[in-house]
C-alpha cells in the first residue's frame, strides 16, 4: 500500500495482495517452482493508463520513454515469452484467472507448443460447434453435467499439514490443438465444501493424466509463498523509492538475496534426498503484487 500520488504508478487499484481498491503499485511477476524449491525470476511495474498519459508525472518519476500502457496480461505474455526464448525448462506455465482468462495469452503458450494449466473464471464464456451448431455456455455449466464418478479424489501436493487432498474431473474441450496436444476443462473440487469449486484450462500433452494436472495446478501456491517470504524476510513492500528505476533496482535487488536463499535450500534438500519428485513438476507462474 501507498500513500500519495508521485511514487510511479501509484494510483487508487485492485491489489491482489490486499484483495480491495486501495492506493498502490501494482507489479506483475514471474516465479520458477521445480521439485527443489521455488523463487521469483522476473518483475515489472503495471503503469495504470493515467500515469502512462501524464508527461509530467512520467518525466519526474523518469519513465522511459518506451514504455506505454499495457494491461497485465499483456506484460505476462511479453514476460513469459522472452523466459522462454532464453531456454528456461518448463513442464508447464501456471496463472491466475488474470491472465488465464485472456486469449492472447492462452495462443501465445499454444502457438510455441508450451503445455499450461491456468485459472479461470466461472462464468467465463466458452463456444464451441456441436453437431454443426454453436453451443454457448461457461465452466459452472458443463462442470455441472458430469456424472459423480467423473470425480476423483487427488492430491495436489504436499502441504504443511500433509497432503493437500480435492476432488478433480476434466473435460475434453472441441477446439482445435496441434498434433500431440490437447485442451481441457479442468476443476477442482473442495472435500470439506462440495460447492466452493475452482476452474482451470489445460493444453497439455494428449497423454497428459488427471493426476497430472492435478499436481501442476497444485504448484499455483509457490508464487504466493515466494511474495510472502520476500515481503516478511526481506522487505520486497518496503520499497520507498519514487521513481522507474529505483522501483526496479529494489526488487531486483531483493529477488537476488531471495534466490540466493532458495539455491542454499535447494542444495540442502539435494543433498538430503536423492529420489526425484514426478508429480511435481517445473513450472513458471504469473502474478501480481
Known amino acids: 500500500m501507498k500513500k500519495g500520488t508521485h511514487s510511479v ?27 527443489w524449491g521455488h523463487a521469483l525470476i522476473e518483475r515489472r511495474l503495471y503503469l495504470p493508463k493515467a500515469w502512462a498519459e501524464d508527461p509530467a508525472r512520467r518525466a519526474k518519476a523518469s519513465v522511459p520513454e518506451d514504455i506505454a500502457f499495457a494491461t497485465k496480461p499483456a506484460m505476462a505474455t511479453e514476460m513469459v515469452a522472452k523466459l522462454l526464448n532464453e531456454g528456461m525448462p518448463c513442464a508447464f506455465v501456471l496463472a491466475d484467472v488474470v491472465y488465464g482468462s485472456d486469449t492472447r495469452f492462452r495462443r501465445m503458450l499454444e502457438a510455441r507448443g508450451q503445455a499450461y494449466v491456468l485459472a479461470v473464471r466461472s462464468n467465463h464464456t ?42 478433480w474431473a476434466r473435460v475434453p474441450l472441441n477446439h482445435t490443438a496441434d498434433k500431440g496436444f490437447s485442451r481441457w476443462l479442468l476443476a477442482r473440487r473442495s472435500l470439506r465444501d462440495p460447492e466452493k469449486l475452482a476452474y482451470y484450462f489445460v493444453h497439455a500433452r494428449s497423454d497428459t493424466t488427471l493426476a497430472e494436472m492435478a499436481a501442476a495446478a497444485g504448484l499455483r501456491w509457490t508464487i504466493e509463498e515466494c511474495f510472502l517470504r520476500a515481503k516478511d524476510d526481506l522487505g520486497l513492500d518496503h520499497c520507498e523509492a519514487r521513481s522507474w528505476h529505483g522501483w526496479h533496482r529494489h526488487m531486483s535487488l531483493v529477488m537476488a538475496a531471495a534466490a540466493f536463499l532458495a539455491r542454499l535450500s535447494a542444495e540442502q534438500r539435494r543433498a538430503s534426498f536423492n529420489k526425484p519428485n514426478r508429480t511435481s513438476p517445473n513450472t513458471v507462474t504469473a502474478a501480481t503484487s
Not at 13 to 30: D, L
Not at 140 to 162: D, V
Open 126 to 167: 466458452l463456444r464451441f460447434l456441436e453437431e454443426w451448431q454453436l453451443v454457448q455456455t461457461d465452466p459452472t455449466t458443463m462442470i455441472a453435467e458430469l456424472p459423480s464418478e467423473a470425480w476423483q479424489p487427488l492430491s495436489a501436493g504436499e502441504g504443511a499439514k500433509g497432503q493437500r487432498l480435492s476432488d
Open 9 to 35: 504508478g501509484v494510483g487508487r487499484q485492485y491489489s491482489g495482495t490486499a484483495g480491495r481498491i486501495e492506493n498502490s503499485q501494482i507489479g506483475v511477476f514471474a516465479s520458477y517452482a521445480s521439485r
